[in-house]
């Protein structure tokens, strides 16, 4: 059984978290779901769902997957340092991190995507230019870089979990989820015509 | 603006809630999104996900769109009378009613999708057996009958609530939230390879 959080703060995108969450919270003998923001209690998304989250020094277990989602509140923060310091430790002590959107802002902020690859949301994909330390890729549903996934934007996480679970359980109990909620799987992860939609917008 | 409100009740699919919520609460000018169960407080999806609830004797607002999701915990409420009359008084009083997977299967119960246009999950569409009132829709992304709107499984209610915006704001506000969160939608209705799944799994 493996541990899974999710890092929550006001105005994260709700897709971000929900799509990736019904993917592993499905497999309930694989994955057990935590959420925890810094002080606990209810969180809000940028779509205003209201989440009941535990306190991260609530957190006791270790060896964990960390997910760290993306949306309008990671705007204020990349400047919030007491967040970050928090992040960082989450991100140190974790087996496994998936970053969405641009959840790989946050986690870039932290130092420890120096020297990996990653990509983040296309449409605000200048942002990277901030962090030439990471190998960012552009084109890419969702990059995986040693124990690091990071997703493009909002509903790519969803393919991004699949990927995961077929890394750690096999492509056939992946599939198999994927079919039981009626998603048509992008199951390569170069596959990401938005990458060009936004690069022509320009 | 229009008020939305999701009925949750414990063993709520995810993502039935979540996708479409993700999209109309992008359009905030536009909607403005309520989570309401019968006493209220927190209820806990299949994932495990705590949301916190208003209590449906507090819901004031009239003309309403109502989300209603499927999940696990629709098998104990089809035989709860109290709550099928409570969703009964709530379908009554919407000005459209969304439903996604299972949920109309509740929808049903009320008798409200009698001599409808209907479809449901792929995986359980025997269960509409039990509602020969219903024209169910076997193969169907989605079904538009009146103000009902019914989707297939899980992530099918992405692309029914990008059909709703389409209907009600136009394509191109649909098309663009769909660009946006870096989702293909599948904008024709009667898309569904999970219908020939099912069915040649029997």
Redesign the interface.
């Known amino acids: 059984m493996h541990e899974v959080t999710t890092v929550l703060f006001d105005g994260f995108?709700?897709?971000d978290?929900?799509?990736p969450?019904?993917i592993?919270?499905?497999l309930?003998n694989e994955f057990n779901?935590h959420?925890h923001s810094i002080d606990g209690g209810?969180v809000k998304?940028?779509?205003?769902?209201?989440?009941?989250t535990e306190s991260l020094s609530s957190l006791d277990f270790t060896d964990y997957i960390l997910m760290i989602p993306g949306g309008m509140g990671t705007r204020k923060l990349v400047k919030d340092e007491v967040f970050l310091d928090h992040l960082k430790q989450l991100a140190l002590n974790a087996q496994y991190i998936l970053t969405i959107c641009t959840g790989s802002i946050l986690l870039a902020r932290t130092g420890l995507l120096k020297g990996r690859k990653a990509t983040t949301?296309?449409?605000v994909f200048e942002w990277t230019n901030n962090f030439p330390e990471v190998n960012w890729v552009r084109e890419a549903r969702w990059v995986q870089d040693g124990n690091i996934y990071t997703s493009?934007?909002?509903?790519?996480g969803?393919d991004m979990a699949l990927g995961f679970v077929a890394d750690q359980l096999g492509y056939d109990v992946a599939k198999k989820q994927s079919?039981?909620?009626?998603?048509?799987w992008?199951e390569d992860s170069t596959w990401d015509?938005?990458s060009k939609?936004y690069s022509s917008v320009k």
Chains 1, 2 share one sequence.
């Open positions: 995108e709700t897709l978290v929900f799509g969450v019904e592993l919270g499905r309930e779901l959420f209810i998304s940028s779509q205003r769902v209201p989440v009941l949301n296309k449409r493009s934007g909002v509903s790519a969803m079919i039981e909620i009626e998603y048509e992008k015509p938005f939609i």
